[in-house]
Each structure stands twice: as C-alpha cells, then as structure tokens.
C-alpha cells in the first residue's frame, strides 16, 4: 500500500510484526528484485519484522506480491528519484530529496521505523544520515562498524572505521575506540571489550604521528571508558581472539574490509576447484560435506554483511552495493536485533550522560560505555 508518510496511516500493518525496518530499494547494483527477494528471506525467518519500503511504487508492488512472506507487512513509499553510485555526496546533499534514499532516512528520523538499510552509495548514505539526523552530541566523526570472523566465543570481532570517513586524527581514534567499545558492550554483551589500534607493528616506535598520540589517548581513556586496550595490533589480528574491537581509520579499514571479502571467496573458489578435479576428490568432498558446509558459512562473507553507521541519532546500516538477497537479508537482520536490543537509545543515553559532565572541549572523551 501507499500512504502519506506524514498520516497516522503510514506506519506498516500492526498484525505483521513489532519492529519496523526501513529499506531503500532502489540502491545498490543489482536492483530492487534483490532486495525485495532479502527481505523476504527476513521475513520468513521472522516473523516480528515489517518494513517500510521506498522506491518506485510500480516496481515494488509487483515485486512485493509475488512473495507471500511479504503479504501484510510492508508499506510502499513511492519515490521516483534514485541515487546512483555515481552520484558525489555534495551533490546528493543538494538534491537528495525525493529519492528512495532520503526517504529510507527520513523515516527513521520521525520514528516511524526503528533503523534504516541501503545497499546504495556509501558517500551519498552518510551524507543524507548526518543531514538528517545529525551526529551526537559528544561525537566529531561517524564511524562505520563492520562485525569481522574472528576466533573469539561469538564468533565476531568489531572493526572501525570501515568507509564512513578516509581521514581520522588522534581524537578520531579515541572516539571510534570509544564507541566501538559501547558498540561490543551494548550489542554483543561483551562486559569489558578488548580494544586494538591497527598499525604496521605492535611495538610503541612504529607508525604514523597520529597513530602514537591515538595510542597515548586510548591508554588514557581505557580505565574511565571500562574497556581494555591491548596497545597496537597487526593485520593478522583481525580475526584473531586477542582483540573484540579493532580501531582504524576508514581508508585502511575499507581495504581491510574489501581484502577480506575477497579472499574469503578465493579461498571457496579453491575449494570448490580442488573437490572438482577427479572422482576420489568428489567422493572425498561427500564424506567431508557436513564439515565443507561449516567452513562453508564461517567464512562466508555475506552473513556478515552490513556495517551500522555509530555516532547519529539514529540507526543506518550500509548493506554492500553488490550484495545478493542473502546479504541483504544480513543486513535486515542486523538492523532488526539493534533496533529490538534498544542499542540505539541506549548509546545516545550514554553518550549525552558522559558529555553532560565533561568541561567544555573536551566532548571527544564523552562516549565511555
């Protein structure tokens, strides 16, 4: 259905679930029919969630019908104009209005959705999300949190900045430690978290200006900020079980990210070719299929797809541009347990308690728990 998103009547169907996702549609590279099709993966997992759903109201409702786990429980926003990948941020700052995305955003800002998801233009995203939400009091720089296979109990380490911003000084650092910590503490049920500064070396002499003060700044902040900070930690850290989140600025950690990815399907390309080559290796990938399929999902990256944007009033989660519905429904689902946990309220409830104490100028060690 289509309603005005400024009635009483625009909030999804009550009889089709409890939290309300907000999805622009019409982002990401593969269209639409791949995030309709995530979304009704979602909702055959769950039967809690409803969306509101943002793009061409033609399109959508074709695709929307042909699911039945979608029947009741969304409703459409029509929204002709589409950001592109191609579109710089300045510009979409501008002429955003209009388009799936910003009404992806808006909807969140009104409350009328708990978070908001988009596989679009990541530049475009965080512009439209600070735009419309603002950041934080006590917050300089937004951070895109990714959850990384690690060996740890749950399975996950937090790595940030992923992409939201390629610069960060000291007191960046400091911030994305901080929130990152909150991050583990409030949505992984981590009591005291294990933080990292990414570097080329572990030892205190080593990398750039920035990175030894942030090292400085964290080691301070770490007893007041109730989180451990183990010092700097290497690129072979990241999956490891030493740390549960993993400090960086978003040009090295968007890299990190994408390398990753790409090995992790490299190494399931291997796999596959090696277990093809003769009859013995296919006999031997029947009996070895349980444990292939374990490995299978541990490093597949698309369960894990979605990186929450921290530090706004509000919850955006950045689904990958070339996400199939598999990452997709990912991201829904991340989207879904932060805005049932309450993360959101209880971060910015931190965030404005610590910064209510703090003297002026120094709101950048406002964010401890």
């Given at each position: 259905m289509t309603t005005d998103p400024t009635s009483p009547a625009s909030r999804a169907p009550e009889d089709g679930g409890s939290v309300v996702i907000s999805v622009d549609a019409m982002g990401g590279d593969r269209g639409p029919s791949v995030v309709v099709a995530g979304m009704a993966e979602s909702a055959r997992k769950n039967p809690e969630i409803r969306f509101v759903v943002h793009g061409d109201e033609a399109q959508l409702r074709r695709l929307i019908e042909r699911r039945k786990e979608l029947s009741?429980?969304?409703?459409?926003?029509?929204?002709?104009?589409?950001i592109t990948m191609e579109d710089k941020p300045s510009q979409i700052v501008r002429k955003g209005n209009g388009t799936s995305m910003w009404s992806a955003i808006e909807s969140v800002k009104t409350g009328e959705a708990g978070a908001a998801v988009s596989c679009g233009n990541t530049g475009a995203l965080m512009a439209l999300s600070m735009l419309r939400l603002r950041k934080l009091p006590g917050v300089n720089r937004p951070a895109i949190a990714c959850l990384w296979p690690s060996k740890n109990p749950g399975g996950f380490n937090i790595m940030l900045d992923v992409g939201a911003d390629i610069r960060a000084d000291a007191p960046d650092l400091l911030q994305y430690a901080l929130m990152g910590a909150s991050y583990a503490r409030n949505g992984m049920d981590i009591a005291e978290?294990?933080?990292?500064?990414?570097?080329?070396?572990?030892?205190?002499?080593?990398?750039?200006?920035?990175?030894?003060?942030?090292?400085?700044?964290?080691?301070?902040?770490?007893?007041?900020?109730?989180?451990?900070?183990?010092?700097?930690?290497?690129?072979?850290?990241?999956?490891?079980?030493?740390?549960?989140?993993?400090?960086?600025?978003?040009?090295?950690?968007?890299?990190?990210?994408?390398?990753?990815?790409?090995?992790?399907?490299?190494?399931g390309e291997f796999l596959r070719e090696a277990f093809a080559n003769s009859i013995m290796s296919k006999f031997a990938a029947l009996l070895a299929m349980t444990s292939l399929k374990r490995l299978q999902k541990r490093i597949d990256p698309r369960r894990v797809?979605?990186?929450?944007?921290?530090?706004?009033?509000?919850?955006?989660?950045?689904?990958?541009?070339?996400?199939?519905?598999?990452?997709?429904?990912?991201?829904?689902?991340?989207?879904?347990?932060?805005?049932?946990?309450?993360?959101?309220?209880?971060?910015?409830?931190?965030?404005?308690?610590?910064?209510?104490?703090?003297?002026?100028?120094?709101?950048?060690?406002?964010?401890?728990?």
């Amino acid at each position: 259905m289509t309603t005005d998103p400024t009635s009483p009547a625009s909030r999804a169907p009550e009889d089709g679930g409890s939290v309300v996702i907000s999805v622009d549609a019409m982002g990401g590279d593969r269209g639409p029919s791949v995030v309709v099709a995530g979304m009704a993966e979602s909702a055959r997992k769950n039967p809690e969630i409803r969306f509101v759903v943002h793009g061409d109201e033609a399109q959508l409702r074709r695709l929307i019908e042909r699911r039945k786990e979608l029947s009741g429980r969304c409703d459409i926003r029509h929204m002709a104009g589409v950001i592109t990948m191609e579109d710089k941020p300045s510009q979409i700052v501008r002429k955003g209005n209009g388009t799936s995305m910003w009404s992806a955003i808006e909807s969140v800002k009104t409350g009328e959705a708990g978070a908001a998801v988009s596989c679009g233009n990541t530049g475009a995203l965080m512009a439209l999300s600070m735009l419309r939400l603002r950041k934080l009091p006590g917050v300089n720089r937004p951070a895109i949190a990714c959850l990384w296979p690690s060996k740890n109990p749950g399975g996950f380490n937090i790595m940030l900045d992923v992409g939201a911003d390629i610069r960060a000084d000291a007191p960046d650092l400091l911030q994305y430690a901080l929130m990152g910590a909150s991050y583990a503490r409030n949505g992984m049920d981590i009591a005291e978290p294990r933080v990292g500064l990414l570097n080329v070396g572990t030892e205190e002499h080593k990398g750039r200006a920035e990175l030894k003060q942030a090292n400085e700044l964290i080691t301070a902040a770490a007893e007041t900020g109730n989180f451990q900070y183990v010092g700097f930690v290497e690129g072979g850290d990241l999956p490891s079980s030493r740390v549960d989140v993993i400090v960086t600025d978003g040009f090295t950690g968007n890299i990190a990210l994408k390398t990753g990815e790409g090995t992790a399907k490299l190494v399931g390309e291997f796999l596959r070719e090696a277990f093809a080559n003769s009859i013995m290796s296919k006999f031997a990938a029947l009996l070895a299929m349980t444990s292939l399929k374990r490995l299978q999902k541990r490093i597949d990256p698309r369960r894990v797809n979605g990186g929450i944007f921290l530090g706004l009033n509000g919850t955006v989660v950045k689904s990958h541009g070339s996400a199939d519905a598999t990452g997709v429904s990912a991201a829904i689902k991340l989207a879904f347990q932060l805005t049932k946990s309450g993360f959101q309220d209880r971060l910015a409830a931190r965030v404005a308690q610590s910064a209510a104490t703090l003297p002026s100028g120094t709101e950048t060690g406002g964010i401890a728990s």
